[in-house]
């Protein structure tokens, strides 16, 4: 064995107490994830209740509106079959009684995705983590085991053979139980996901519900909205701010316009005929077309009050100038028809008379 392989054995030698220290660790922690496992497993079966879990939202979006936040508060710590879900309405309240930012429980919703996979990677990484260690375990003593087997020394043999074989299933127990558990877990935090979004929207968001989620009586007419129904708890007044509401942003004409006296619409004042008693006027003969019907004249409604007066052609906003038209350098399309009964060019030719 010449010096490079000498090294390299010394070093393989060094890294096999890390090897198995780690494996135990590791054995230890996937042993803690586990009980965390079965507990999540226990809360989910015994308590988990999509019914309960959207009465309970109801009753605290009706105390919220009553202006009952403590029992509001009460009613969202009740969903506590979940470590996720728990931890995420512990925010949500604290944001409820100290920011109240209207964008907040939003982020919260995605910073509790982000803890999910956070806390999938614990197991995922001892998925890949147990058999390599156990692969590693393995190998290191396999060297001087076969040192003792050219040596003639069967003890040596029989005990670094026990510690490869017994690192080997170390790992792959240590990788099994890792991945029933993060395959487990996926679809339980994807559904406490699910959750927490249909909690926000049902108590953030709109109250509208639809009819055809309703059923009809014997009369044919659809059932009345439930009376969501809560029981008060004790409020303290002194505690209890009203959050301020925005007021409605005004609506402003995207054109500008030309406003009359105190706010009203101008209006243009008829002509003034000076009548002669010398000269009375005569009417101008018409043309009366019978078969045409009258139309009455188009009148404007008056704008209300706050509200701009609406837009005509002989307004000056309305007025273009030649060098504001897009389509003025186009010019007129076929000015003049072509003599002949000929058609315009590009057109085809004119259809044949039959």
Same mark, same amino acid.
């Given at each position: 064995?010449?010096?490079?392989?000498?090294?390299?054995?010394?070093?393989?030698?060094?890294?096999?107490?890390?090897?198995?220290?780690?494996?135990?660790?590791?054995?230890?922690?996937?042993?803690?994830?586990?009980?965390?496992?079965?507990?999540?497993?226990?809360?989910?079966?015994?308590?988990?209740?999509?019914?309960?879990?959207?009465?309970? %939202?109801?009753?605290?979006?009706?105390?919220?509106?009553?202006?009952?936040?403590?029992?509001?508060?009460?009613?969202?710590?009740?969903?506590?079959?979940?470590?996720?879900?728990?931890?995420?309405?512990?925010?949500?309240?604290?944001?409820?009684? @100290?920011?109240?930012?209207?964008?907040?429980?939003? =982020?919260?919703?995605? &910073?509790?995705?982000?803890?999910?996979?956070?806390?999938?990677?614990? @197991?995922?990484?001892?998925?890949?983590?147990?058999?390599?260690?156990?692969? !590693?375990?393995?190998?290191?003593?396999?060297?001087?085991?076969?040192?003792?087997?050219?040596?003639?020394?069967?003890?040596?043999?029989?005990?670094?053979?026990? %510690?490869?074989?017994?690192?080997?299933?170390?790992?792959?127990?240590?990788?099994?139980?890792?991945?029933?558990?993060?395959?487990?877990?996926?679809?339980?935090?994807?559904?406490?996901?699910?959750?927490?979004?249909?909690?926000? &929207?049902?108590?953030?968001?709109?109250?509208?519900?639809?009819?055809?989620?309703?059923?009809?009586?014997?009369?044919? %007419?659809?059932?009345?909205?439930?009376?969501?129904?809560?029981?008060?708890?004790?409020?303290?007044?002194? =505690? @209890?701010?009203?959050?301020?509401?925005?007021? &409605?942003?005004?609506?402003?004409?995207?054109?500008?316009?030309?406003?009359?006296?105190?706010?009203?619409?101008?209006?243009?004042?008829?002509?003034?005929?000076?009548?002669?008693?010398?000269?009375?006027?005569?009417?101008?003969?018409?043309?009366?077309?019978?078969?045409?019907?009258? &139309?009455?004249?188009?009148? @404007?409604?008056?704008?209300?009050?706050?509200?701009?007066?609406?837009?005509?052609?002989?307004?000056?906003? !309305?007025?273009?100038?030649?060098?504001?038209?897009?389509?003025?350098?186009?010019?007129?399309?076929?000015?003049?028809?072509?003599?002949?009964?000929?058609?315009?060019?590009?057109?085809?030719?004119?259809?044949?008379?039959?």
């Amino acid at each position: 064995m010449n010096g490079l392989q000498q090294v390299i054995y010394d070093a393989s030698r060094v890294l096999l107490w890390p090897v198995l220290i780690a494996a135990l660790a590791c054995l230890v922690w996937v042993l803690i994830e586990f009980g965390f496992f079965l507990y999540e497993l226990y809360l989910r079966f015994r308590y988990r209740d999509l019914d309960a879990l959207e009465a309970r %939202t109801l009753r605290a979006r009706r105390a919220f509106q009553d202006g009952k936040p403590r029992t509001a508060y009460r009613y969202l710590q009740e969903n506590n079959y979940s470590i996720v879900v728990a931890r995420f309405l512990f925010d949500l309240i604290r944001n409820y009684q @100290t920011e109240r930012l209207a964008a907040k429980p939003l =982020k919260l919703l995605q &910073e509790y995705e982000f803890y999910t996979v956070k806390r999938l990677e614990r @197991t995922r990484i001892l998925v890949r983590l147990g058999p390599m260690l156990g692969l !590693m375990g393995t190998l290191i003593p396999l060297s001087p085991a076969l040192i003792g087997l050219a040596s003639g020394n069967t003890t040596q043999l029989a005990e670094n053979l026990t %510690t490869a074989f017994s690192v080997t299933v170390l790992g792959l127990l240590i990788g099994g139980i890792a991945f029933v558990i993060s395959i487990v877990r996926d679809r339980m935090y994807a559904q406490d996901v699910s959750d927490m979004e249909y909690l926000l &929207e049902l108590l953030e968001g709109g109250a509208e519900r639809l009819q055809s989620g309703r059923r009809r009586n014997k009369k044919g %007419t659809w059932e009345a909205d439930p009376v969501v129904e809560y029981e008060a708890a004790v409020e303290d007044a002194d =505690k @209890t701010v009203a959050i301020p509401v925005l007021l &409605e942003t005004p609506r402003e004409p995207l054109i500008p316009f030309a406003s009359g006296d105190a706010g009203e619409a101008p209006v243009a004042a008829e002509p003034a005929v000076a009548a002669s008693p010398a000269a009375p006027i005569q009417p101008a003969a018409t043309i009366v077309d019978p078969l045409a019907e009258a &139309e009455p004249p188009a009148v @404007t409604p008056a704008p209300a009050a706050g509200e701009a007066p609406p837009l005509t052609f002989d307004d000056p906003a !309305m007025d273009w100038r030649r060098d504001e038209d897009p389509f003025a350098d186009l010019g007129p399309v076929d000015p003049k028809p072509p003599a002949g009964g000929a058609s315009a060019p590009g057109a085809g030719a004119p259809p044949a008379r039959r």
